[in-house]
């Protein structure tokens, strides 16, 4: 489960008010009784960002092991988007 603290306690106490809890993981900042936005270290960030992109990156291999996907140049690419566009109009 993820601390939330209300946007008032921060516009009071100023950022630091955050800093205890965000040493157990990420805030969820609390306006309007809603969960608003979430605050994390940016290393976190970075670091679910990479985990995010290694994810896409296996995902893309598999894609490819398993023979989902067509070979061809920029050109080829382009050409058969166009041919979409083409036959949707």
């Known amino acids: 489960m993820f601390a939330t603290m209300p946007a008032?306690?921060?516009k009071r106490r100023g950022m630091?008010?955050?800093n205890a809890d965000l040493k157990e993981?990420?805030?969820y900042v609390i306006s309007g009784n809603?969960?608003?936005y979430v605050v994390l270290f940016a290393e976190d960030f970075k670091r679910m960002r990479h985990e995010a992109f290694v994810d896409?990156?296996?995902e893309a291999e598999a894609e490819?092991?398993?023979g989902n996907c067509k070979r061809g140049t920029a050109d080829d690419l382009m050409a058969d988007?166009?041919?979409g566009i083409?036959?949707?109009g």
């Open 81 to 83: 988007i166009m041919d």
């Open 16 to 18: 630091s008010a955050l």
């Open 34 to 36: 809603k969960p608003k």
């Open 8 to 10: 008032q306690e921060i």
């Open 25 to 27: 993981g990420p805030v």
């Open 56 to 58: 896409k990156c296996r």
């Open 86 to 88: 083409d036959d949707e």
């Open 64 to 66: 490819i092991r398993a």
